[in-house]
């Protein structure tokens, strides 16, 4: 067995409020390729999570040649129709599974600011927590807590489980954890929310001054 996690890139989002549809060709289209500080968004959260997982794939629908230039294996949704996220937490388990690993590690691509240590808070809260599911979750004065269901460390173990889940109807990510048990590990929001995401045209406007704000 693999010591350190997969990680699986989860990208199949319809990005209907940043004007499209992320299944589509068009580059204009797919949240992850759009220009984010001189690098796509999708090539800032790879370099990312590379170093902190053992291997990495890309789950996205539509033409997967649209992402050849990162060198990825691209996985499509094994449930047919838009299934979201959780569809494509399964399509990196069946891949997890095939690489010999007992664990997969999600992120999102429109979240490129995750910290760099996720995948290790992630497996030592694991380690001190009797369930089998992680989520990452980000503490501020305001808000409170709030978890990031796209984020987590998943087990390969519970993948049929998943895949009969899914195959009920159930679509929320946060729902189906809690059902199979999920506990928290926390970051702290010290000048943004690591797990700012980007949705809107504002959003990514906010995210290039974040990073000429560090450049500084």
């Given at each position: 067995?693999?010591?350190?996690?997969?990680?699986?890139?989860?990208?199949?989002?319809?990005?209907?409020?940043?004007?499209?549809?992320?299944?589509?060709?068009?580059?204009a289209l797919d949240?992850?390729?759009?220009?984010?500080?001189?690098?796509?968004?999708?090539?800032?959260?790879?370099?990312?999570?590379?170093?902190?997982?053992h291997s990495l794939a890309l789950s996205a629908n539509g033409d997967p040649q649209r992402f050849s230039e990162f060198a990825l294996e691209v996985l499509g949704d094994s449930i047919k129709g838009y299934a979201g996220p959780l569809a494509g937490i399964l399509s990196g388990l069946d891949w997890g599974a095939k690489q010999g690993a007992t664990h997969v590690v999600s992120v999102a691509v429109d979240t490129p600011f995750f910290p760099e240590n996720?995948?290790?808070?992630?497996?030592?809260?694991?380690?001190?927590?009797?369930k089998p599911i992680v989520l990452a979750a980000s503490c501020d004065d305001k808000k409170g807590m709030m978890r990031h269901p796209t984020f987590g460390l998943w087990p390969v173990a519970l993948r049929e489980d998943?895949?009969?889940?899914?195959?009920?109807?159930?679509?929320?990510?946060?729902?189906?954890?809690?059902?199979?048990?999920?506990?928290?590990?926390?970051?702290?929001?010290l000048a943004y929310d690591p797990f700012f995401n980007i949705n809107t045209t504002d959003d990514l406007l906010l995210a290039k001054q974040i990073i000429r704000a560090e450049k500084q």
């Open positions: 067995m693999l010591q350190k996690p997969v990680g699986i890139i989860l990208a199949g989002g319809l990005a209907r409020r940043m004007g499209g549809a992320s299944g589509g060709a068009s580059k949240k992850g390729l759009l220009e984010l500080g001189g690098q796509t968004m999708l090539g800032r959260v790879m370099a990312r999570l590379q170093p902190q997982v996720l995948v290790s808070a992630l497996q030592e809260t694991g380690q001190r927590c009797p998943l895949r009969l889940a899914l195959s009920g109807g159930v679509r929320k990510v946060l729902q189906w954890a809690e059902e199979k048990g999920c506990c928290s590990a926390e970051f702290e929001t």
